[in-house]
């Protein structure tokens, strides 16, 4: 069974950093495509940042662009999402995705609070 594991959220200020960490496992785990999303209260999920993997091709939101930066390390099957001066408009729960071969399989989700 192909499972994400999320960490790295938190409490933070704003202007504030983070990391998010998402760990793909199981047997058959080779995602084609990982990225996360996030849903503030009363929001719909939205797109943040995804990659291809085993490339450098990504795609980044209007409103992180220049502030959040999407890494793999595929030796880990692991994603990563740096984010640099955050606002309270990050603040949302965080999942990571990812897509393969096999389907498709959402993470937990990790909460993100940035204060003022």
């Known amino acids: 069974q192909v499972q994400l594991v999320e960490s790295g959220g938190g409490l933070v200020q704003a202007g504030g950093s983070l990391r998010l960490s998402c760990a793909g496992s199981g047997s058959i785990f080779r995602a084609n495509v990982m990225g996360w999303y996030r849903q503030a209260p009363g929001k719909q999920r939205e797109l943040v940042a995804s990659i291809v993997s085993g490339s450098r091709r990504t795609n980044v939101v209007d409103s992180v662009k220049g502030r959040f930066t999407i890494s793999t390390d595929n030796a880990r099957n692991t994603v990563y999402l740096q984010m640099i001066s955050l606002k309270p408009e990050d603040t949302a729960v965080y999942y990571c995705?990812?897509?393969?071969?096999?389907?498709?399989?959402w993470g937990q989700g990790t909460q993100v609070t940035v204060s003022s």
């Open positions: 995705y990812a897509a393969g071969t096999w389907g498709s399989v």
